[in-house]
């Protein structure tokens, strides 16, 4: 499970934030500062962002007008050149600006996704583990079962039956005087069962 954050990580986010908007804004102030070139020397491109910068005028002339409860069907008077290729400028700048914080963030996202499917595939392994060792442990307890019903209906048999096997071929050869000790055994339970 994830650690909650300490005050100090929580305090630093703010401050982290705002440096970042700053520096993208830095970044941003020269590209637009290259759009205003570009315009004042390719005509094509100068109507173009003309033509974008009275959109948005338009828009947000609407919006506000609409939002403040005024007439929207009154004439809207377009911008100057300078002041449209000045406000063009501006909005690219930002269009860029929030285009890269946007692809920082959508990094981010599948940065954390993929940490987290990581985390998940390693639960999924750890509990398959768990899982086969269960399973392992359950037929080991099962066989212990089967093992202890085998003794116990061996043990509870008559002494006098006949044994399935003769006691000399389950004992292991002896060594030393210990076969003697062991014949005599056998000859005893043989001698029983008659």
């Known amino acids: 499970m994830s650690q909650p954050k300490s005050l100090v990580q929580q305090t630093m986010v703010l401050p982290l934030l705002k440096l970042g908007t700053l520096a993208l804004r830095t970044i941003c102030k020269p590209i637009a500062n290259q759009l205003k070139k570009e315009a004042g020397v390719n005509p094509k491109f100068r109507q173009f962002i003309i033509n974008i910068a009275q959109a948005n005028h338009r828009f947000t002339t609407k919006l506000q007008r609409r939002a403040s409860g005024r007439i929207t069907d009154a004439v809207i008077r377009p911008l100057n050149e300078e002041r449209a290729v000045q406000a063009a400028a501006d ?39 768990f899982r086969r060792k269960h399973e392992k442990m359950e037929n080991e307890i099962e066989e212990m079962k089967q093992r202890c019903c085998l003794l116990h209906e061996e043990l509870s048999k008559p002494i006098n039956e006949q044994p399935s096997k003769p006691l000399n071929e389950e004992v292991s050869k002896p060594r030393g005087l210990a076969w003697l000790y062991n014949y005599m055994c056998y000859q005893n339970a043989a001698e029983k069962i008659k």
């Open 91 to 129: 909005l690219l700048g930002e269009l860029f600006a929030f285009t890269v914080a946007g692809a920082a963030l959508v990094y981010e996202v599948q940065r954390n996704a993929r940490g987290e499917a990581k985390k998940e595939e390693k639960r999924q392994q750890e509990l398959a583990e």
